[in-house]
């Protein structure tokens, strides 16, 4: 090995002319570990609502450095004050997910803190046809009894921390299954069930409130639920009114009442075909892969 390097420190010598530092085995280790790690809280950090804040961030980072590039000196002034303050802030912002990552490092073996680190990995959101036909004609067949429900259909931001609340199930979906876990007085018909490609994961489980003082009174909890929960992901939340047996959806901090099936359907269509392009896109699928992968379909 030192044989090794001291070829190598001659040929960069007799070239570059500069010298090559010493490089010992735990050096290699070390660095090795450190960029283990740092890639696994950032896997970690992707799939938890974590993302979305930490990608403002990166925008407001950005915006800073716009600014030292065009030498905006008040802005910079400005950022340097508030520099500080911005740490205390990220914290508080933070808060939710680094107590709840504390909180299972001390729970947890190594080992399983290292599945934790992969959960989610290679997660697959696409649910097919036969899917949603189910989930349609579930929802419309529960509203004609009023039968509530309220289903969180998820989509890039992974409902880990919600998915942990309710009871797994880890079954997949159908019509006659939708329909027996909201059935009235059964164990698992209170709260929400998050739906994961074509199999819903948990069940029973509490979605956050929503603070909007602009929705109607008349809305329920299911209702408030379904809001809340999309203003902090971007998952889509079907509910179905027990009172009225009307379907809503809400999506982006929205909530469209009173859908109809067609409706409904041409929503988890467009998410359907956007879910399938974007993992295309972030694994480099090329058009002729594509286009056999349909083909199998």
Same mark, same amino acid.
């Given at each position: 090995?030192?044989?090794?390097?001291?070829?190598?420190?001659?040929?960069?010598?007799?070239?570059?002319?500069?010298?090559?530092?010493?490089?010992?085995?735990?050096?290699?280790?070390?660095?090795?570990?450190?960029?283990?790690?740092?890639?696994?809280?950032?896997?970690?950090?992707?799939?938890?609502?974590?993302?979305?804040?930490?990608?403002?961030?990166?925008?407001?980072?950005?915006?800073?450095?716009?600014?030292?590039?065009?030498?905006?000196?008040?802005?910079?002034?400005?950022?340097?004050?508030?520099?500080?303050?911005?740490?205390?802030?990220?914290?508080?912002?933070?808060?939710?997910?680094?107590?709840?990552?504390?909180?299972?490092?001390?729970?947890?073996?190594?080992?399983?803190?290292?599945?934790?680190?992969?959960?989610?990995?290679?997660?697959?959101?696409?649910? %097919?046809?036969?899917?949603?036909?189910?989930?349609?004609?579930?929802?419309?067949?529960?509203?004609?009894?009023?039968?509530?429900?309220?289903?969180?259909?998820?989509?890039? +931001?992974?409902?880990?921390?919600?998915?942990?609340?309710?009871?797994?199930?880890?079954?997949?979906?159908?019509?006659?299954?939708?329909?027996?876990?909201?059935?009235?007085?059964?164990?698992?018909? %209170?709260?929400?069930?998050?739906?994961?490609?074509?199999?819903?994961?948990?069940?029973?489980?509490?979605?956050?409130?929503?603070?909007?003082?602009?929705?109607?009174?008349?809305?329920?909890?299911?209702?408030?639920?379904?809001?809340?929960?999309?203003?902090?992901?971007?998952?889509?939340?079907?509910? +179905?009114?027990?009172?009225?047996?009307? +379907?809503?959806?809400?999506?982006?901090?929205?909530?469209?009442?009173?859908?109809?099936?067609?409706?409904?359907?041409?929503?988890?269509?467009?998410?359907?075909?956007?879910? +399938?392009?974007?993992?295309?896109?972030?694994?480099?699928?090329?058009?002729?892969?594509?286009?056999?992968?349909?083909?199998? %379909?």
């Amino acid at each position: 090995m030192e044989e090794f390097q001291n070829i190598l420190g001659d040929f960069f010598s007799e070239v570059f002319g500069v010298a090559v530092p010493t490089v010992r085995f735990t050096d290699i280790l070390e660095v090795l570990i450190i960029a283990y790690f740092i890639y696994k809280i950032l896997v970690w950090i992707k799939n938890t609502r974590a993302w979305m804040l930490f990608r403002g961030i990166l925008v407001v980072m950005a915006f800073f450095m716009l600014a030292w590039y065009f030498q905006m000196n008040t802005i910079l002034w400005l950022g340097e004050k508030l520099l500080s303050a911005g740490m205390i802030a990220l914290i508080v912002v933070f808060q939710p997910e680094l107590r709840h990552a504390l909180e299972s490092l001390g729970r947890r073996s190594f080992s399983q803190i290292l599945a934790a680190f992969n959960q989610g990995r290679g997660a697959s959101y696409r649910f %097919d046809d036969r899917t949603l036909n189910d989930l349609v004609k579930a929802c419309y067949e529960m509203g004609a009894v009023k039968t509530g429900a309220l289903i969180a259909v998820e989509k890039e +931001v992974q409902l880990g921390e919600y998915e942990r609340t309710g009871i797994p199930v880890d079954a997949v979906l159908t019509r006659q299954l939708l329909i027996n876990i909201f059935e009235k007085n059964t164990p698992l018909h %209170d709260g929400a069930i998050i739906v994961r490609g074509d199999r819903v994961v948990s069940a029973t489980c509490y979605l956050p409130l929503t603070d909007n003082l602009e929705l109607s009174k008349d809305l329920g909890t299911r209702h408030r639920a379904a809001v809340g929960l999309s203003e902090v992901s971007d998952a889509i939340v079907i509910v +179905v009114s027990e009172e009225t047996g009307k +379907v809503s959806v809400a999506n982006d901090s929205q909530l469209t009442r009173d859908v109809s099936p067609d409706q409904l359907t041409e929503i988890l269509k467009s998410m359907q075909q956007n879910d +399938v392009a974007g993992k295309d896109e972030k694994r480099g699928i090329g058009f002729f892969e594509r286009r056999s992968r349909h083909e199998e %379909d």
